[in-house]
């Protein structure tokens, strides 16, 4: 099993200027959307990934069918 930390992030909205959060914790790969990111201090979540279960499934999810 792979750890993975996730935080709930805070960043500036470059439209509006407004500092916002992140609703859920997620990882730092997802996190570089925002720019500037930052974790927000005592949000730590630790998420146990076990890559075998789920490599075959990512790639044909929302496909249609074959059937």
Not at 18 to 36: D, H, N
Not at 39 to 45: A, N
């Amino acid at each position: 099993m792979k750890m993975i930390e996730c935080w709930r992030w805070r960043f500036r909205d470059p439209t509006s200027g407004r500092v916002c959060r992140t609703m859920y914790a997620i990882s730092e790969e997802e996190a570089r959307k925002f720019p500037q990111a930052e974790r927000v201090p005592g949000t730590l979540i630790l998420r146990e990934v076990d890559e075998r279960d789920f490599s075959d499934t990512v790639p044909s999810v929302g496909v249609p069918s074959m059937k």
